[in-house]
């Protein structure tokens, strides 16, 4: 039952995508390259800007919004956690489970704030200067080991060739709302994702600058 919902739902991303016809970009990497989304899921507010005044360090840093969305979270943590003590302290015959609760309950949430904070923090780098794009907030020094791995990409700017948007319809039990993802696309047609949120015009501004500031082209299916 499970692999059949599953392959149910791949069969549908390939109809939501099919209408984008890849000679429209004029390019014979564009036919090699994959035109499905690369990263599931995606949120429905903008995460990350890029930063381009410094021309030798392009940036996507995280918004206020993700700061204060991985922030509600570790909040709701903390009181999860501190409430519960509270009361537990006060009591003269103490409540065992209502502190397990709580420290169950409050972990839960300051664990996914603090996780959502590290990743959706985490910036991504193109340094122009040495000719490496890569996350996290500390440029690597060994660049032997390239990879294209999504939490901790790191290859040549030079291997770079297009740029790609692609929009992605997210569903949810509150309704549903569409992502939109900006991917490196590489020499061998591989894929290797940038960002991926839901504030569309922000995406294209992004996308436009990156690819006049790399001199590559822009390939937008979204």
Not at 41 to 49: A, C, P, Q
Not at 137 to 151: A, E, F, S
Not at 156 to 185: F, M, P, T
Request: glycine fraction near 10%; proline fraction near 4%; charged fraction near 20%.
């Amino acid at each position: 039952m499970f692999n059949k919902l599953k392959k149910l739902i791949e069969e549908a991303k390939k109809r939501a995508v099919s209408s984008i016809d890849p000679e429209v970009f004029n390019h014979p990497l564009a036919q090699k390259t994959d035109w499905h989304p690369l990263k599931g899921g995606g949120t429905n507010f903008g995460t990350h800007r890029l930063d381009h005044s410094n021309s030798d360090l392009l940036m996507f840093k995280a918004t206020k919004g993700a700061y204060v969305f991985s922030g509600i979270f570790t909040g709701v943590g903390v009181l999860g956690l501190l409430i519960p003590l509270l009361a537990f302290m006060g009591m003269e015959n103490k409540e065992w489970g209502l502190l397990l609760f709580g420290i169950f309950f409050g972990g839960v949430f300051l664990t996914a704030g603090l996780l959502l904070f590290k990743f959706m923090t985490k910036p991504a780098v193109f340094d122009t200067f040495y000719g490496y794009f890569y996350k996290g907030k500390k440029r690597p020094t060994d660049h032997i080991g390239l990879n294209r791995d999504d939490k901790n990409p790191m290859v040549k700017l030079s291997d770079v060739k297009a740029i790609q948007i692609l929009r992605e319809r997210i569903s949810s039990k509150n309704g549903s709302y569409y992502s939109y993802e900006i991917n490196l696309v590489l020499a061998d047609a591989s894929r290797v994702n940038v960002v991926d949120h839901g504030k569309h015009t922000a995406i294209i501004e992004d996308a436009e600058t990156l690819a006049t500031a790399l001199g590559i082209p822009l390939w937008d299916g979204s």
